[in-house]
Nanobody, 115 residues
Framework: QVQLVESGGGLVQAGGSLRLSCAAS????????MAWYRQAPGKQRELVAR???????NYADSVKGRFAISRDTAKSTVYLQMNSLKPEDTAVYYC?????????WGQGTQVTVSS
C-alpha cells in the first residue's frame, strides 16, 4: 500500500529556513499532483503550494516568494523549501499526492517558528 512519510519539520527562529520532504513508498505508477497543506490550531486546513503533473506551481499569497515546491519523480518525493519563516507559518504541514485518481495524505509534520 502507498504511504507518505514526511520529514524536516521542527523548531526554527523567525527568518530561518526549513526544508520539508515527503516520500511515497509502495507501488506507484503515476503521480499527477503533489501539494503541501498546513493547518494551524483552530484554523482550517489551507493549501500552501502545489505542483501539477505538467510542472506548474501555485502558492498561497502568504508564502509566495518565500516558499518553493519541487519534486523528484524518480524518488516519488516532494519538497517544500521554506525561507524567511515567520511565526505565522507555525502549523502542522501535510503533503498530499494524487496517484492516479487517488489522493494520499502524509501524517503531518510540525513546523514551529519562534520570535
Amino acid at each position: 500500500q502507498v504511504q507518505l512519510v514526511e520529514s524536516g519539520g521542527g523548531l526554527v527562529q523567525a527568518g530561518g529556513s526549513l526544508r520539508l520532504s515527503c516520500a511515497a513508498s509502495g507501488s506507484i505508477f503515476m503521480l499527477s499532483l503533489m501539494a503541501w497543506y498546513r493547518q494551524a490550531p483552530g484554523k482550517q486546513r489551507e493549501l500552501v503550494a502545489r505542483i501539477t503533473g505538467g510542472g506548474s506551481t501555485n502558492y498561497a499569497d502568504s508564502v509566495k516568494g518565500r516558499f518553493a515546491i519541487s519534486r523528484d519523480t524518480a524518488k516519488s518525493t516532494v519538497y517544500l523549501q521554506m525561507n524567511s519563516l515567520k511565526p505565522e507559518d507555525t502549523a502542522v504541514y501535510y503533503c498530499n499526492f494524487m496517484i492516479g485518481s487517488v489522493a494520499y495524505w502524509g501524517q503531518g509534520t510540525q513546523v514551529t517558528v519562534s520570535s
